[in-house]
């Protein structure tokens, strides 16, 4: 069984506002993006590296959730308040 904790709604929309800022799209847009599975405007403010590192990672479920496992959110959007 998994270890990953969903994000709260809250916490969600925290971490889309934050993204939005860094890439200038509104939160609300990225957010019908990624739920579309459309992952251009994080991958438009990236080095080719950090894209491609991006991709190879959405290719491999595996190693996503690996990342996503290990990824305390909580505490991440804690520090970012």
């Given amino acids: ?6 994000p709260s709604p809250a916490q969600l929309d925290l971490l889309l506002k934050l993204a939005g800022q860094q890439l200038h799209i509104d939160p609300q847009v990225l ?3 990624l739920q579309q599975g ?7 403010n990236m080095d080719s590296q950090s894209a491609t590192r991006l991709n190879a990672l959405l290719a491999d ?3 996503l959730q690996q990342v996503l496992s290990k990824t305390d ?7 970012m308040k």
């Fill in 31 to 33: 957010r019908c993006q």
């Fill in 61 to 63: 479920p595996q190693k």
């Fill in 73 to 79: 959110l909580s505490a991440l959007l804690q520090k």
């Fill in 1 to 6: 069984m998994s270890s990953f904790k969903q």
């Fill in 38 to 44: 459309d992952f251009s405007s994080l991958q438009a």
